[in-house]
């Protein structure tokens, strides 16, 4: 969620099947098959329209426990300023969430990061100081700049250069992220850049989370180059077009955002589902198991907003979070539920702040930074929306962001939102130079929604496959297991959609 750029590094989904794509033949599903999708996120909007797309036959059935579609994706407007409450934009190179986009009529209204300060930052020493450029999370693809940074020591500049004499490891087993990084580069490179790189991206403890899991590339590329310097600076010779030298950090000339927010994205999905297909304030409490082989999703009454539920499916699409799909599916197979509430989660706070741009003496020539935990501050990261993208403030005014929490400061959301705006604005506010107070303030507070991808994870998400494989017409989706950008999210929809046709189309011909 925090500044959740280069996510394209942990996507394992698997692609969309060419001859499903909406242009191809549909399928011949003889009836009128019922399907449910529990969740109505960003991965369960993508499994409903890759479903209507598809096989507009189904008689399908979304059901979204809150008032709201689009899960953690909401855009604010207030004031002229347009807030978004979580991820404000995508990457392109994973193709799915751009695709979806011009499905639904929205590839025109997709903006680039302004062509200006395609640069990040990372605090060293109380200051903001520039990524080098071509540093992409865990390898140079440029060396001069990570030589003259003033980020790290000699010393530390030094065991660097000494990573393309470090043995690759033998040992095939799953790896920390942590114990990678600093056996590959060394304890200051990890801490300095590494570490608050992938906590922007995860929230997460990298000592904990799984290289294999969020960024198998680096995995092979030591297994294939036997370095990681030696294959990044092959990479940029070899497609030196699509490096885009000029940024540091994250590519930010690869991520893009629909004109209006976020929210804009859900309302086209939504207009494109079925009149009556989407069922807000509708919790399910339970999945079971027909004798037949259907499947009966079921709630009890909690109010007038919320009926009973007792409707029977032919497939069921689980698109909730991992804990509450362990819950509904507790009954069902104990061992798949064991599975998926072991997956971790973490959560972080946001908070917006807007200023008037002659508060700020910092020139705010790059969009964002990253704060390493060795730093002894109480910000995981900030971004500087309106630099980044058009439109997300008025004239003469700055709209930024702050991420507070994450797996390594949990604590920190047990304080209220007064204090979560002191604690953004105060820090943010040493960092770039702010006179006088916000023109506003807001709190989102986003409690154990980011999943944490640990050592294991690939093989937990192997076993979840294979037990999901037992139960036919089930099927899972969401962030909790091949990659958590909005782009792995509409994939890992889109694939559980395509599994569900699969499926019917076997028990119509059967």
């Known amino acids: 969620m925090a500044n959740a750029e280069a996510t394209a590094e942990s996507s394992t989904v698997p692609s969309a099947d060419p001859s499903t794509e909406p242009s191809a033949e549909r399928p011949a599903i003889a009836q009128r098959p019922r399907v449910a999708i529990v969740g109505g996120g960003i991965s369960g909007l993508a499994a409903a329209h890759r479903l209507v797309e598809l096989a507009p036959q189904v008689q399908l059935t979304l059901f979204e426990a809150s008032d709201r579609l689009g899960g953690v994706l909401e855009t604010v407007h207030r004031d002229g300023f347009l807030i978004e409450r979580s991820a404000d934009n995508f990457i392109t190179t994973i193709p799915s969430a751009v695709d979806l986009c011009r499905r639904v009529g929205l590839a025109d209204q997709l903006l680039s990061t302004s062509g200006e300060h395609r640069q990040a930052f990372v605090v060293s020493r109380g200051r903001l100081r520039k990524i080098p450029d071509g540093f992409l999370i865990m390898a140079p693809t440029r060396l001069w700049p990570v030589l003259a940074t003033p980020i790290l020591s000699p010393l530390g500049k030094l065991r660097l250069a000494m990573e393309r004499f470090v043995r690759p490891r ?168 064991g599975e998926l509430s072991a997956i971790e989660h973490a959560g972080a706070a946001v908070v917006a702040l807007a200023y008037d741009r002659a508060q700020i003496s910092h020139p705010l020539d790059g969009f964002g930074f990253v704060v390493p935990l060795v ?92 037990a999901v494989a037992r139960h036919g017409g089930l099927m899972l989706a969401g962030n909790a297991y091949r990659g958590v950008g909005v782009p792995q999210c509409v994939q890992s929809g889109q694939h559980a959609a395509e599994q569900t046709i699969a499926y019917l189309l076997k028990r119509a011909t059967a």
């Open 375 to 466: 730093e002894k501050m109480q910000i995981l990261s900030g971004s500087f929306s309106s630099v980044k993208y058009t439109g997300r403030a008025p004239d003469g005014k700055v709209l930024c962001r702050v991420f507070i929490g994450g797996a390594c400061q949990r604590e920190l959301l047990d304080q209220d939102d007064d204090a979560l705006r002191r604690i953004a604005h105060e820090e943010l506010a040493a960092l770039i130079g702010i006179a006088g107070t916000p023109l506003l303030a807001t709190v989102t507070r986003w409690a154990d929604t980011m999943p944490q991808y640990h050592v294991g994870h690939v093989d937990r998400v192997d076993r979840i496959d294979a």
């Open 170 to 337: 033998v040992d095939d087993s799953d790896e920390s992220l942590a114990s990678f990084a600093r056996r590959r580069m060394g304890r200051e490179v990890y801490e300095r850049l590494v570490q608050p790189l992938v906590g922007g991206i995860y929230t997460a403890d990298p000592q904990r989370l799984s290289v294999r899991a969020t960024m198998p590339r680096f995995v092979d590329m030591e297994r294939q180059s036997g370095s990681l310097i030696v294959a990044a600076l092959k990479q940029r010779r070899d497609d030196a077009s699509k490096s885009n030298n000029g940024d540091s950090g994250a590519r930010y000339s690869m991520f893009v955002a629909p004109r209006d927010g976020m929210s804009s994205l859900v309302d086209a999905i939504s207009a494109r589902l079925p009149r009556g297909a989407v069922r807000l304030s509708a919790p399910v409490d339970r999945i079971a198991r027909r004798d037949d082989g259907r499947w009966s999703v079921l709630s009890a009454v909690t109010s007038p907003q919320h009926p009973a539920l007792d409707e029977v499916f032919d497939a069921i699409i689980v698109a909730a979070p991992a804990r509450h799909a362990a819950k509904l599916l507790d009954a069902v197979d104990g061992e798949l539920a």
